[in-house]
């Protein structure tokens, strides 16, 4: 079932060209759903690449911000295990 796409006129204008640089560089002529088809094909592919691309900034953190969270943390040289978590979780 096909589903109508809503782009603005720059992105329908790259379309176009991608579709026909398939057609000149391949002989192969392509549909436009075909184009966006490959496309969304290689974006799931690469999912962490495509989502990070819409992030805004950097995700790493600096090494004075690293530096920041460890000090706030603390040693009480008791050692936790699951079991322990468990029991202090649910009892």
Request: glycine residues 4%; proline residues 0%; without cysteine.
């Amino acid at each position: 079932m096909a589903t109508a796409v809503k782009m603005d006129e720059d992105t329908k204008s790259r379309l176009e060209e991608l579709q026909a640089a398939i057609k000149l560089e391949t002989g192969t002529k392509v549909t436009q759903q075909e184009v966006l088809e490959r496309l969304v094909e290689d974006a799931y592919e690469s999912r962490d690449e495509f989502v990070d691309s819409f992030r805004d900034g950097s995700t790493a953190l600096s090494e004075e911000e690293i530096a920041r969270f460890h000090e706030g943390q603390i040693s009480s040289d008791v050692e936790t295990d699951e079991d322990d978590i468990d029991e202090i979780l649910y009892g």
